[in-house]
């Protein structure tokens, strides 16, 4: 209980994140919004994570696995890409392929074991978060 106290009362002391390099003044609640948003805003990131939901509830047998490896693995694309500035080599070509191997597996309800099933949807998000 004590941890989770502390760990609550340290997450509001941090600092917002300044993604914004144009130098335009933004405030914390609209900067929040945006990249909150951002996902839902691009529809190559919409696409992908409707296909992973669509997929991992018509054919997986654990639904959660692959929508959560897919959350993660574009999670850690975009903490690698904004951390090191590292530029993923052919990133429109991985991301138009991922959503290609999605609408594929969509369309012919490809089932696998649960871990087969996260690794996929890992290795297909990880272009979409180092965008």
């Known amino acids: ?46 696409a992908a994570m ?21 959350a993660a693995s574009l999670l850690l694309g975009a903490v690698i890409a904004m951390r090191t500035g590292w530029a993923m080599p052919a990133l429109e070509a991985s991301i138009t392929v991922s959503l290609a191997v999605l609408g594929l597996l969509v369309a012919l309800r490809t089932a696998m074991p649960v871990a087969a099933g996260a690794a996929t949807a890992a290795i297909l998000a990880f272009s979409h978060g180092a965008a």
């Open 1 to 46: 209980m004590k941890k989770t106290l502390v760990s609550l009362l340290a997450s509001l002391l941090a600092l917002p994140a300044l993604a914004h390099t144009d130098g335009a003044a933004h405030t914390h609640l609209s900067s929040f919004w945006d990249g909150a948003l951002h996902p839902l805003t691009g529809p190559d990131h919409l």
């Open 50 to 70: 409707l296909a992973v939901g669509v997929w991992s509830a018509m054919a997986l047998r654990r639904p959660l696995g692959a929508p959560l490896a897919f």
